[in-house]
C-alpha cells in the first residue's frame, strides 16, 4: 500500500508540469510564446531524469507513515492559509508574503521549513482563482498529502515543493469546478531581461548556501524578499515581472549538488526557467505553484541534458554487446 502512494506521488510530480505545459500549448495563438517548443524540448530531457527516478522508487523505504508525515502535511495546509491571509488581505502580494513566510520559518522552524515553504506555493494562488480561504485550505490540505507521497521522489531537484504545490491547486480546482484566472501573454521583448534576471537570481541563491551557510529555503527566501522589495521601484513597468521571475529562479538555485553539479549548470536551468516562464505564462493562470513548477522542469531538463550522453553511450554499448 505504502509502495502504492509512492507511485502515485511520483506520478504527480510527472503529470503537473505536463499540464502545465499543455495549458501553453493549448492557450490561443496569440498568447503563444515559444509555447511548442520550449516545452517539447524541456519534457524531453528531463525524461531522462525522469526513468531514472522510476527505477529508484523500489529503493525507497516502506516501513509506512509516520508522525513526522503527519505533521508535514499539516505544516503545508497551515502555511497555505497563512500566506493567502498575508498575500491577499494583509496586501503583500504573493512573491513577498511566501518569501515572508518562508524565511521566517526557515529561521524559526526549520524541521518543517521544507513542508511549510510548499504550502507558502499554494498560498500564492490568485484570489481569482481561490476567492476565500476554503479553496485555499482545501489546496493546502490536498498538496499536503502529496508533500508525504512523494518523499523520496526527484529529492534535490528545485522547485519540488511548488510542482506539489500546482498538483494540489489543479485538483481543488477540479473538485470545486471553478475556473483559472484570465491568461495574460508576456511579450517576446522581454525574453532578454527576464532570462538575465532568472540566471543571476538562479546563481545568488546558490551563493548563498554555499558561501553564506543559509539553507536551501532561507537563501531562496531572502532572494525573493530582495526582488520583491526593490525590483518594483527601480522598474515601475516590469518590476513586478522580475521579481516574479527571479523568485521562480530561486527556486533552482535550491537544487541539490547531486542533481545540478557546477555554477553552470545552475546558470544553465536559471536561465532556461526565465524561458520556460514566458512560454507557460498564459497556462493556469492564477494556480499556486506555477513558478515552482516552472523550476522543476528546468532542472530536469539540464540534468536530462547532462546524463544523455552517459546514458546514450550505455544504449549504444548494450547494442553492441548484444549484436
Do not use: N
Amino acid at each position: 500500500m505504502y509502495g502504492s502512494i509512492r507511485v502515485i506521488g511520483y506520478l504527480a510530480l510527472l503529470v503537473t508540469p505536463a499540464t502545465l505545459f499543455l495549458g501553453a500549448v493549448r492557450a490561443p495563438p496569440e498568447l503563444h510564446v515559444g509555447a511548442v517548443g520550449i516545452p517539447l524540448g524541456v519534457g524531453l530531457t528531463g525524461t531522462v531524469v525522469a526513468a531514472t527516478e522510476r527505477r529508484q522508487l523500489s529503493r525507497l523505504d516502506r516501513s509506512g507513515l509516520t508522525r513526522d508525515d503527519a505533521v508535514d502535511a499539516v505544516a503545508v495546509a497551515v502555511a497555505a492559509v497563512v500566506t493567502d491571509a498575508l498575500s491577499v488581505h494583509a496586501g503583500l502580494g504573493p512573491v513577498l508574503a511566501a518569501a515572508a513566510v518562508g524565511l521566517l520559518v526557515g529561521i524559526w522552524l526549520p524541521r518543517i521549513d521544507g513542508p511549510a515553504y510548499c504550502g507558502t506555493f499554494v498560498g500564492m494562488a490568485s484570489p481569482a482563482v481561490f476567492p476565500s480561504l476554503e479553496g485555499v485550505a482545501i489546496a493546502g490540505v490536498i498538496a499536503g498529502l502529496a508533500f508525504v507521497a512523494t518523499a523520496g521522489s526527484f529529492d534535490g531537484f528545485g522547485g519540488k515543493y511548488g510542482t506539489i504545490a500546482l498538483f494540489g491547486c489543479i485538483v481543488t480546482v477540479a473538485l470545486l469546478d471553478v475556473d483559472y484566472a484570465a491568461a495574460s501573454a508576456l511579450e517576446p521583448r522581454l525574453a532578454l531581461p527576464v532570462v538575465a534576471v532568472a540566471g543571476v537570481a538562479a546563481v545568488a541563491t546558490v551563493a548563498l548556501r554555499t558561501h553564506g551557510g543559509a539553507s536551501s529555503v532561507v537563501a531562496s527566501a531572502v532572494i525573493g524578499l530582495v526582488a520583491g522589495v526593490a525590483l518594483p521601484p527601480l522598474f515601475p513597468a516590469l518590476g513586478s515581472t522580475l521579481a516574479a521571475v527571479a523568485f521562480c529562479a530561486s527556486f533552482v538555485g535550491m537544487s541539490g549538488d547531486e542533481r545540478l553539479a557546477t555554477t553552470v549548470q545552475v546558470a544553465a536551468a536559471g536561465c532556461l526557467c526565465g524561458l520556460v516562464y514566458l512560454a507557460v505564462a498564459p497556462s493556469l493562470s492564477g494556480a499556486g505553484g506555477k513558478l515552482g513548477t516552472t523550476a522543476f522542469a528546468s532542472c530536469l531538463a539540464v540534468a536530462g541534458a547532462v546524463r544523455l550522453p552517459a546514458v546514450v553511450r550505455s544504449r549504444l554499448g548494450r547494442t553492441v554487446s548484444s549484436g
